[in-house]
């Protein structure tokens, strides 16, 4: 890896960009949403999310804890918990994000203002954290078990690539390179042996070897994810798989422990395997990650379902009443599947992010993005409550959306991930460009014999199946347009011109010499439909779901007739019916005869029975309404 000078993506800023692998990913300037629910998403999200954020950070003094530390007062003004300091760094790097969207000027300058912030924090030999070091404080790298010191570096690190990519080089990869520069120095080959407690490090370091060119960074990455596994941190009570340090990598079957740490050390250990060329590990993370996705996903793609540690649970334990599936740990499942999706090509790992995106991502923010979930039940027991909007959440392992809770390291994740959004909607190869993600778009890039191509994408999608694809520039010889077709989409369609075809799960193609103007569409079946579980999830066997194209539905106790969702049933001989965006299905409440003991010899005596038209809505439009309960899984009649 030979040293560059680091300067702005000239693509408009990519979060990852690989130097091999099968497909190029496109920048904010190359892939741009410019309609629909998802524009307005990111709108809510430039315009609202960060700053409430930033307010709340400011309030809790978890920002003052820099301005603390440059004027050298000890731990007794520090506020927050010791990963405290990662939750800026996040809000820095969704802001550039938006800044590269957007050109928000106002915003380029509260960069300026917080790195400035940075700078006069930081050791002189790089080291930069508000909780370790200082007088008063435990020594650096004193508990790398919990401490999260290099979990924060690395979302710091996270903040300048991405600020450097958007907007060009300036104070903040200059802190981030010497924390960067402190940590290899301490922790390298020569220094101390060690890891983080909390996988991030790793992805992080290799993107700056990435941006900068610096072989250290990438070999220092490579060692910690070559020291992982070998149980060295002190055993936790959840066990050494809570930090993913019970198996080496390379070794390990399935993710494992804490859900967000083993996520983002797999994106680590997918990006040390792309860019050292080493196949071996690649496919073992491939083959960890894809048994996770049929033994431990749950069908919205969210994943952990254990709440005491934030974990996930064996294989097929997937609760609904208890899934955790907390929202950062989608944003790191979304970080995986868009590393393989680049690495291999297959499209299976579209349809993951597509499914996280419509059930995990966008049920996570308030419409007006100034509260969220941090972990997301599928079966809603008790009414949710309205929490007022200047009260901090204290549990925060479920409960209803928050404006704040005292971890609130989902917020920052979702500003970067709805920030960047548009680079995820597709990619490039020598042949022509691949569209994965689908929504009102304009995405053009120059091929690699240097031809100018570009499209322009128009959707109702997922309301509607139809997407149109129209290209709107050309410089002529033949190119390929490939399209993702999900796996549930069976019966699709592709039109081009007078043509139609089948269009198989997986992907299509078309590739001529096209012409501006020249159009193609893909028509997905969008209609609901029963899904069924596998029968090894024993928490919801004789339970059926429905979904309409990529969207989970759910009922809502506001919808219904009986407010009791616990004593649904539904009758799956007869279809689901279209209403709107959800759908209505036959099914009936039973109200059982009570009794002293919920046992019996014989079947349980049958009560009043209530038939109704259930009607059911998108999972991510639960909890807009006012309190109420909710759940997934239905049981069959």
């Not at 079957?253 to 996520?263: F, K, N, P, T």
């Not at 694809?469 to 002529?476: A, I, K, M, N, S």
């Amino acid at each position: 890896m030979s040293v560059t000078s680091a300067a702005a993506d000239p693509t408009g800023g990519r979060p990852v960009i690989p130097t091999r692998g099968t497909l190029r990913p496109l920048g904010l300037g190359e892939a741009r949403i410019t309609g629909g629910a998802w524009s307005h998403r990111q709108r809510v999200n430039g315009g609202a999310t960060l700053d409430h954020g930033r307010s709340w950070m400011d309030k809790m003094g978890w920002t003052g804890n820099f301005t603390a530390v440059e004027q050298g007062r000890g731990s007794e003004e520090r506020r927050g918990r010791e990963f405290a300091d990662s939750e800026v760094y996040k809000l820095v790097e969704a802001m550039s994000w938006e800044v590269g969207r957007s050109a928000d000027r106002i915003r380029d300058r509260e960069i300026g203002e917080l790195t400035a912030m940075l700078v006069a924090a930081q050791a002189p030999d790089g080291y930069l954290n508000t909780a370790f070091g200082r007088p008063g404080q435990r020594p650096r790298y004193s508990d790398l078990a919990s401490g999260h010191e290099l979990y924060c570096t690395g979302h710091l690190v996270q903040a300048a690539v991405a600020r450097t990519r958007t907007s060009g080089p300036d104070d903040l990869l200059g802190v981030a390179r010497r924390a960067a520069d402190q940590v290899c120095e301490t922790f390298g080959p020569e220094g101390m042996w060690g890891i983080c407690g909390h996988p991030e490090i790793e992805p992080a370091l290799v993107e700056l070897a990435r941006l900068t060119g610096e072989q250290r960074y990438l070999d220092q990455a490579s060692l910690f994810v070559q020291r992982r596994g070998y149980r060295t941190l002190p055993l936790h009570p959840f066990g050494w798989s809570y930090f993913s340090d019970d198996i080496p990598v390379r070794e390990a079957e399935v993710l494992r422990g804490h859900a967000v740490r083993s996520l983002y050390l797999t994106a680590g250990a997918v990006d040390v395997a792309v860019e050292t060329g080493d196949r071996e590990l690649l496919d073992a993370v491939i083959s960890q990650f894809d048994r996770t996705l049929a033994r431990r996903t749950y069908l919205t793609g969210g994943m952990g379902s254990r709440h005491m540690d934030e974990a996930f649970g064996d294989d097929f334990v997937l609760p609904s009443d208890r899934a955790y599936s907390e929202t950062c740990a989608s944003v790191a499942a979304v970080m995986v599947a868009w590393r393989l999706l680049l690495a291999t090509g297959e499209p299976r790992y579209g349809d993951l992010i597509e499914r996280i995106l419509y059930n995990v991502l966008a049920t996570a923010i308030s419409d007006d993005g100034t509260s969220f979930f941090y972990a997301h039940t599928l079966h809603q027991r008790t009414p949710t409550e309205d929490l007022p909007p200047d009260r901090e959440q204290l549990g925060f392992g479920g409960g209803p959306r928050a404006p704040w809770f005292e971890v609130s390291c989902c917020l920052g994740n979702i500003g970067r991930t709805l920030a960047s959004l548009s680079t995820y909607l597709a990619t490039a190869n020598e042949r022509g460009l691949q569209l994965h993600q689908y929504a009102d778009a304009e995405v053009g890039t120059r091929l690699a014999d240097g031809r100018r191509v570009a499209v322009r994408m128009a959707t109702r999608y997922p309301d509607d199946g139809t997407v149109s694809v129209r290209v709107t520039e050309t410089d002529g010889g033949p190119w390929t347009i490939a399209l993702r077709v999900p796996r549930w989409a069976g019966g699709a369609v592709l039109v081009d011109g007078d043509q139609r075809r089948p269009a198989a799960p997986g992907t299509v193609e078309v590739t001529r010499d096209f012409s501006v103007g020249d159009e193609i569409r893909l028509q997905l079946p969008v209609r609901p439909r029963w899904t069924f579980p596998d029968p090894r999830i024993d928490a919801v066997r004789g339970c059926v779901a429905v979904e309409r194209g990529p969207v989970v539905l759910c009922v809502e106790s506001v919808d219904q007739p009986v407010p009791d969702l616990d004593l649904v049933r539904v009758d799956p001989s007869a279809e689901p019916r279209e209403a709107g965006d959800g759908a209505t299905v036959a099914g009936w409440f039973d109200q059982p005869a009570e009794s002293g003991w919920p046992y019996d010899e014989s079947a349980p005596q049958a009560g009043e029975t209530t038939r109704a038209a259930l009607r059911l809505v998108p999972y991510h439009r639960w909890a807009r309404r006012g309190p109420s309960t909710m759940r997934v899984w239905l049981p069959l009649g």
